[in-house]
């Protein structure tokens, strides 16, 4: 009980007094099933700014999204959208005062205002999933270290800003640029520890659907998701998507910061526990994935009688080309496809699928879903497993009891 008080306390002080009022309601749990354990986790009803939302870590906030949010639509409302901060993330900003400042390999470095960075060019909206880069690192067997996610470390948004490109020609990318670099204004908590930069390659940053955003599903950004203004990289996974971004450095040579040459990286070969020195690469774009969210694993389903079940998809870095329900791993050997709905979104989007069984005969046992993108990319039946736990991408089963 104690416990609890202590955490209610570190929340409210995480994220200003919005809440101090706020009664100290009973705690929920929830299970998020991890094989490696311990696997029950707070539900929060009200974390400030925020619907019932699991609590992975108070402080900085590591905030994962019940699944449950997903069987309801394909955009994830603001107040459900999972939060990740590596460090202590300011708790207020000044809008007025703030100035992103473009610097480096550039033939005039400036510092703008938000009206300038949103009159830098054409106001883009573009809906893209933004995943945590662990997302779903707690179901890796065996057990890894890092934030043990769910599969709730993902959403998708409608996002509004301007194109990258637009901005870093206010200051004109100089000769031998190679890549963009952001800084956000979070800083370490302790002494000496790396600040969370991130950098993109240069055709990356030079694509025109990466943006500079203040809008998350029509509303200026949250302050718990980056305002005024974050990264929006479609396609890639969002440790690139920087949030209260302050400056933008156009880099000539590699990127040597902790973030991008030390960590978020992944092997280039197979990997078993225990391996050491082989060569890594940074995690970038996202593989397709799929999930069953109608029914949790270990559901009770009609005898005899029609099954509809229905999800979400999506095709990572390109668009979805299908969707196909899989029978068990052994002694499957069968595959239904799915019906895609509308492809409301764009190639970055969730997009949701059905398929109806005429009858259950018997019970599901381990059934899966996999989805296939257009650059027929498929989510593979055993997990290409990595030390950190990044870019999980695996059928993912359930169990359904026919009764
Ligand atoms: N400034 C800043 N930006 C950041 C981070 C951070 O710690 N600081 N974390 C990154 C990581 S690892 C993720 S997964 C996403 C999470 O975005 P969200 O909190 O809006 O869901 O923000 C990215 N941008
Ligand atoms: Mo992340």
Known sequence: MSQRRLTRRALIAGVGGAALAAPVLAQKLIDLALPGGPSLRPLEPQFPGKGEMIVQRIRPPLLETPMEVFAKGTITPNDRMFVRWNWEMPTSVNAAKHRVAVGGAVKAPVSLT???????????????????????????????????????????????????????????????????????????????????????????????????????????????????????????????????????????????????????????????????????????????????????????????????????????????????????????????????????????????WSVTLPQVSDNLTEIGIRATNVNGVVQPETLVWNASGYARSVIERITLRAQ
Request: aromatic fraction near 8%.
């Open 114 to 352: 938000l009206d300038e960075i949103a009159s830098a060019g054409e106001t883009v909206e573009i809906v893209a999933i933004n995943q945590c880069a662990g997302n779903g690192r707690g179901l890796s067997e065996p057990r890894v270290t890092g934030t043990q996610w769910g599969n709730g470390a993902m959403g998708c948004a409608k996002w509004t800003g301007v194109r990258l490109s637009d901005v870093l020609a206010k200051a004109g990318i100089g000769v031998g640029a190679k890549r963009v670099r952001f800084a956000g204004l979070d800083v370490p908590m302790t002494d000496g520890a790396p600040q969370f930069i991130k950098s993109i390659p240069m055709d990356i940053a030079m694509r025109d659907d990466v943006l500079v955003a203040w809008g998350m599903n029509d509303e200026p950004l949250p302050l718990l998701h980056g305002f005024p203004l974050r990264i929006v990289v479609p396609g890639w996974f969002s440790t690139y998507w920087v949030k209260m971004l302050s400056t933008i450095e156009v880099l000539t040579g590699e990127d040597e910061s902790h973030y991008v040459a030390e960590t978020y990286r992944w092997p280039t070969v197979p990997v078993v526990p225990g391996d050491k020195d082989f060569s890594t690469v940074p995690i970038t774009a996202m593989p397709p994935r799929s999930f069953i969210t109608s029914h949790a694993d270990g559901t009770t389903v009609a005898l005899g009688k029609p099954l509809t079940l229905e999800g979400i998809a999506m095709g990572g870095d390109a668009g979805l080309a299908k969707v196909d329900l899989v029978g068990a791993q052994d002694g499957g050997g069968w595959e239904i496809s799915c019906k895609l709905g509308p492809d409301k979104g764009g190639p970055y989007a969730l997009r949701r």
